[in-house]
């Protein structure tokens, strides 16, 4: 693994495990060549394409002036060739991997023996391009003090509106051997620029400050902007081609990173080498940071329902459990009061058991409740009771030993909860009539929870709920992660979603258990809501609301407003409530209080929907 930041303390050892077994070719006995008689300039080891045409091949007397020195995570340096050939799709910079802190500084002209080499960020199977570099460098200091070669602008202009050339499919879809075509295609333009001294202008903030030091900016302002200052992901053919990550080369410890909020703007000048890494792709690594201006972004509040409204949420409240501190019990209940205008059911997602990640067999949630129940109370919301249905030890995934499942949590000042044989783990909620009406066998009970669509995934939870005498059925997901699939920077292009399979049959299942519902009674008022873990076009959303049965409401929504979710500068829906025909007249709100924000109590926003039975 090849960190541009610190992000753990075994990064170090996760670089050696990468030597050792091959992932950094040109390296660690990689393939050896001769050296060339003929002095090899930068733009010659980077080549037209992805891969260097010298893969693998000894080099000497590399020159350039060195442009960044890292002295953390992957340790090395840039080297820039400042005099530059006519072909853009050839870069001028490399990274330099010494492995150790480089004794080079910035503005020193070297010259670099070593192999060359293609180095993938987080392994071959990660689908992630691969960064050229020389790796067991012999460095020669000719002199000090140099200016730097200048920094090419990266702005709305000179960034394709495209974002990628469709992948050879007899290469399964790798774009590795195609030849770059930087004024064509945005992930080209970046690739010719790799390892290469660059610099933004003032940029709006996409994506909050990080645990690990690093923003998002997008360098087109215009490109499909979201109501509070994000870049919306409204389809698979949206990227965004302006997004870009910004980290920083000084170490954190000597130069605090600056805290910012989407909606702010990094002002003057950012400049640095452009890397590429795991957690991002195309990475600007500053050697001068601009500086945050805040704007004025404050998270949502929700208005209050009605007295003859039900007012149904969603919240992913991030593996909660009693270990946590008692800030986030307290800041959490506070946004359901606050933020939510208490809800009359709110369905939780990543409650953990009583001991969180011990992994000693404990399934119980009640003390997980209890807190969390008492902190609203406390916050001045209602006396909240829950009902759930504890999962099988280790069998729902998410954390080992943590046991996430969903829960309901209701008012019963206003709303009433339906029990009939409350199910277990391992039984299945079916559905049967009663007086002309469909109701379910099992409440809470889970939906087919011996589908194999839902092995080692939270089954979903199903409840009965009765308001002013209409019965409201309310399904809590939480769906399959994104976890394996490619990131939209991928060698392959379109990007393989191998997680969406899963997701498929999950929602196959829902809509099949919400076709029997409706099979009894077609005006059953049925919502199906949770962390969906896949958007509002995509075909997990699709299966969902297959023959009618649902609607995903946050479509409702002006396209600008229709996100929970910020993943690397994109705002995107993974949170949805999604209503059966009779739910009519409702008015939707995605409260946006976390996605967006540097200090969070959730990575998630909570989705709120008001009717009337």
């Not at 060549?33 to 980077?46: K, Y």
């Not at 990660?126 to 990266?154: D, E, F, R, W, Y």
Request: aromatic letters at 8%; hydrophobic letters at 40%; glycine letters at 10%.
């Amino acid at each position: 693994m090849r960190s541009s930041h610190p992000r753990s303390a075994a990064v170090a050892a996760l670089v050696a495990t990468a030597l050792a077994t091959g992932l950094l070719a040109g390296s660690a006995d990689a393939a050896e060549g001769a050296v060339s008689a003929d002095p090899i300039r930068i733009h010659d080891i980077q080549g037209t394409t992805r891969v260097s045409p010298l893969n693998g091949k000894a080099v000497a007397d590399v020159a350039g002036i060195v442009t960044g020195v890292r002295t953390y995570g992957s340790r090395g340096f840039w080297l820039q060739d400042p005099d530059a050939d006519d072909d853009p799709a050839t870069s001028e910079g490399v990274f330099v991997f010494t492995n150790s802190v480089p004794t080079v500084a910035v503005g020193d002209a070297v010259k670099v023996s070593g192999t060359v080499g293609e180095y993938v960020p987080g392994g071959l199977g990660s689908g992630n391009q691969s960064i050229t570099q020389i790796a067991k460098p012999t460095v020669t200091v000719v002199s000090s003090g140099n200016a730097l070669p200048a920094a090419v602008a990266v702005n709305e202009y000179s960034v394709p509106a495209a974002y990628a050339p469709a992948g050879d499919p007899a290469a399964a879809g790798s774009i590795n051997a195609l030849t770059l075509e930087p004024s064509r295609y945005a992930l080209d333009y970046y690739e010719s620029l790799e390892g290469m001294n660059v610099k933004i202008g003032t940029s709006r903030v996409v994506g909050a400050t990080d645990p690990y030091s690093e923003l998002w900016v997008t360098v087109k302002g215009w490109e499909n902007t979201a109501k509070r200052g994000g870049t919306l992901y409204g389809s698979y053919e949206s990227q965004n081609t302006g997004r870009l990550q910004v980290q920083q080369l000084a170490p954190i410890a000597q130069q605090p990173f600056p805290v910012a909020n989407v909606g702010d703007k990094l002002t003057g000048t950012t400049e640095g080498p452009l890397d590429y890494n795991q957690f991002g792709g195309y990475t600007l690594v500053a050697r001068t940071l601009g500086t945050v201006k805040a704007g004025t972004l404050a998270p949502e509040k929700t208005k209050a329902q009605a007295a003859n409204e039900l007012a149904v949420a969603t919240y992913n409240v991030e593996n909660l459990d009693p270990t946590d501190p008692q800030s986030k019990f307290d800041n959490l209940a506070k946004a359901v009061v606050e933020n939510l205008a208490s809800p009359d059911v709110l369905a939780l997602e990543e409650i953990q058991d009583d001991n969180g990640a011990k992994n000693d067999g404990t399934v119980s949630a009640e003390q997980t409740l209890t807190k969390f129940t008492a902190a609203i109370a406390a916050a001045g919301g209602p006396s909240y009771q829950w009902r759930t249905v504890n999962p099988e030890n280790n069998k729902d995934g998410g954390e080992p030993g943590g046991n996430i499942r969903q829960v309901f949590l209701f008012n019963p000042a206003r709303v009433s909860f339906t029990e009939r044989a409350p199910g277990d783990a391992v039984t299945a909620t079916g559905v049967t009539t009663e007086n002309g009406k469909a109701a379910l066998t099992h409440s809470p009970g889970r939906i087919d929870p011996a589908n194999a669509a839902w092995a080692d995934s939270r089954k979903p939870l199903a409840g009965e709920f009765v308001f002013k005498g209409k019965t409201v059925f309310v399904i809590a997901n939480h769906f399959g992660s994104k976890g394996g699939d490619e990131g939209l920077t991928s060698v392959h292009q379109p990007p393989v979603r191998s997680s969406e399979a899963k997701r498929l049959l999950q929602a196959q299942a829902v809509n099949g258990f919400v076709k029997q519902l409706l099979a009894v009674d077609k005006n059953a008022a049925v919502l199906a809501v949770g962390d969906i873990n896949d958007f509002e076009f995509s075909g997990t959303a699709q299966a969902l609301e297959d023959g009618g049965a649902l609607y995903s409401a946050i479509k409702s929504l002006p396209k600008a407003e229709r996100y929970s979710y910020v993943y690397q500068g994109n705002a995107q829906v993974l949170d949805q409530i999604l209503t059966s025909p009779a739910v009519k007249n409702y008015t939707y709100d995605s409260v946006h209080i976390n996605a967006e924000f540097s200090a969070q109590n959730s990575d998630h926003d909570p989705q709120v929907l008001r009717f009337r039975p």
